[in-house]
């Protein structure tokens, strides 16, 4: 069907002109435009959530405080609690599952006067003398976000079929701002709970995009980032020390050189420098962008540091020690102590050719020629700061 005036038109171009993608207050703002452009005056917007279903007469705290109504009596808002809130058929739990997604639904409809459940509440209505109930059902790719209920007295009389009209453009409109507004506000929020519960711990927190681009980081994670940069990236990539502090540089770039690793290493490395070492923890959540279009993989890392390792501790911590088994890095730790080949079968309870097959393969792994070479790697390495 189609609109039957120029004015009509021009209605529904202000309203969607003015519809807010701001949560503050949106419930508030729709319905002062609907009244305000259109010949519905008596509203009421709930918005479906969690606490929705569970909502009952004797706990009305739970969802009421979250319904925004206009140009209804305090009268008649009393008598919907006291007679009517357990019967509305527009709640979660009572609405048909052949009408759920229909963007216009009008009572009768919903709960046909034929059982003694809708009779009250068709009496409700009645007595109230607003006998047509008509909803907007806010509905956003099948994800049902609230309903606006539209109430007629006996002399205003039902809708008509282009006022029905309108209403399925306005849910449609108020729907699809409506998942924007909520979308935003869920990262606002997001942020927010990063800032309150990350901000101020002794531990470094970052959020990371599906790309693991950084999108926020705590004091704690900057600190940490700024020492190992300097320890061991500063050279590769001279940076002043006025655009390191104004930005994100130095975490990105320290998160840049260790995501494989991180891919790698299961979500999970360790860091040694000087006498310090820094461990990374890597967990993933779920996103949706601000359109509802698609599901992105989003991180939160967590970096803690160890106040105090020792030299051979942190050689453990080292790249050598990740290419080799516990055994051959048990050996190669002997090595470094000068110990012989047979004092290492000994030590190691297993045969000399056994420990021979161990060395040489910790020579190819490492890339060495003999003894000599593979303990000067050793010693470079527990010298160095990564």
Known sequence: MQPSSIKEVSALLNFLYELPNDYTNYPDHVLELIDRYFPFHKLTFIPLNSSFATLNSSNPDTWFNEI??????????????T????LDPFRARNLPAQLRFRPVIQVEEAFPEKNSRSARYHSFL???????????????DKVRLGVISIYRSEEEGPLSRDEIWILEELSRFIAQHYMIAISQTSRH???ELFNSCYQNVDFGAMILDNKRDVVQANDCAQKYCDIIYNALFRECDPLSDESASENLHTVQYVMTQFQERLVTDNEHITIPIDNALFEFRINSFISIDEN????????????????????????GYSRIRQKLTDREWEIAKLISQGLTNAKIAEQTFISLNTVKTHIQHIYEKLNVQNRVSLMQLLSEESKSQY
Not at 70 to 75: D, K, V
Not at 83 to 86: I, K, P, S, T
């Open 83 to 86: 007679r009517a809130v357990d």
């Open 68 to 81: 925004r109504t206009r140009g209804l009596s305090e009268q008649l808002l009393e008598q919907y609690y």
């Open 189 to 191: 929020l997001a942020e």
């Open 126 to 140: 009645r007595d109230a003398n607003v006998p047509y109930q008509t909803i907007l059902n806010l509905v956003y």
């Open 292 to 315: 509802f279009s698609k599901i992105s993989l989003n991180y939160l890392l967590f970096i803690f540091q160890s106040s105090y390792i020792s030299e051979s501790e942190k050689l």
